[in-house]
Nanobody
């Protein structure tokens, strides 16, 4: 079993930054593929990015490329999402997710979202 707890959300001004964290507890061997997803009110959940050890990250939402960065501290078992140059359209509930799979399947998870484990989410609101 794996438990995921997100934090770091809040209110940010346009152009500002936030860093989301997702603490992973339980069996670390069950979470080699991890990702961030978001869901805005009235919209479907969309994949932001996924990460798999020693391979380039795969990005989903094109609007965040160049502004967001995904990383993982394997020693601490924490997944991060650094969000810069925030826009009002980034307002959403952000979720982290984890599963165990190979790299290609992990990349596909951006669309399929069939992760085994999900966090409760952390709200990000971008507004002046």
């Amino acid at each position: 079993q794996v438990q995921l707890v997100e934090s770091g959300g809040g209110l940010a001004q346009p152009g500002g930054s936030l860093r989301l964290s997702c603490v992973v507890s339980g069996d670390p061997g069950s979470s080699n593929c991890m990702g961030w997803f978001r869901q805005a009110p009235g919209k479907e959940r969309e994949g932001v990015a996924v990460i798999w050890p020693d391979f380039p990250s795969t990005w989903g939402a094109g609007s965040v490329r160049g502004r967001f960065a995904i990383s993982k501290d394997n020693a601490k078992n924490i997944l991060y999402l650094q969000m810069n140059s925030l826009k009002p359209d980034d307002t959403a509930m952000y979720y982290c997710a984890a599963t165990t799979t190979d790299y290609l399947s992990c990349s596909r998870q951006l669309r399929t979202m069939t992760f085994d484990y999900w966090g409760q989410g952390t709200q990000v609101t971008v507004s002046s």
